[in-house]
């Protein structure tokens, strides 16, 4: 299929569109674009330069991406923002490319960014990942596969999400969020797992049934945090999914977010 480009939409010379690419009216595309089979870009979107974006994605009307990141140390530097393919992004979406720290804000596929969602500099967000209106991630933030955020809801600079997780909406993330479960509250702490999820992707009951042990023992025990990973490691089989919540709490730099207080 050919490129079609609307005629009131700038597109640089120097951009690269594969076949199929449409431009709708009044959308601006800068050097050092790339963008895959099948894209639409919609009116008005503009795509900055060093933007990288994979097949059959949907750029909505005014959304911006691969603008410069919202860091005062930023000087210009040649850096990248990599979106993967079937990437839904909305009215008002911004994304922003990396800084020198790491070069590149890196995003997944099948992903789903609604109106006015914000992705910053440094970003790692996986594969199907949903955020929904309003939600904002800060500089160096990861997010697993499969997690959503409820609209309205920050992510603190640096901090990690696991897989599976869902946040609830308007809650303020500012520790990292374990893998497979449901966060929500004020401060956010862990509410359960993520059941009806992990059913909907196909996780065995088995699967469900061990992670259930796990997280009883880590925010349902009155253990500390290495106690709880102690006791997991002795009494819980081991399988792939314990492993990643365990590597993932060893991993963590900020702290996993806690669980209700007990009395």
Known sequence: MPVHVDSHALVSSKAALADGVT????????????I?????IGAHAIVHSGSRVGRDCKIDSYASIGGAPQDLKYAGEP???TIGDRVVVREFVTLNRGTTATGKTTIGNDCLFMAY???AHDCTVGNNVILANCC???GHVHMGDWVILGGLTPVHQFCHVGEHAMIGGGFRVVKDVPPYILAGSDPLIFER???IGLRRRGFSDKSIEVL???????YRSSLNVSQAVAR???EVELTPEVQKVLSFIAGSTRGIISGYAHH
């Not at 431009?23 to 790339?34: L, W």
């Not at 259930?212 to 880590?218: F, G, H, M, V």
């Open 232 to 234: 997991v490691k002795e």
């Open 212 to 218: 259930e042990k796990t997280y009883r023992l880590i």
């Open 117 to 119: 969602a914000h992705v």
């Open 36 to 40: 895959g089979e099948g894209t639409r």
């Open 79 to 81: 850096t990248t923002l």
């Open 136 to 138: 904002a991630l800060g």
């Open 193 to 195: 797992l993520n059941i």
């Open 23 to 34: 431009v709708g009216a009044f959308a601006v595309i800068e050097d050092d674009v790339t």
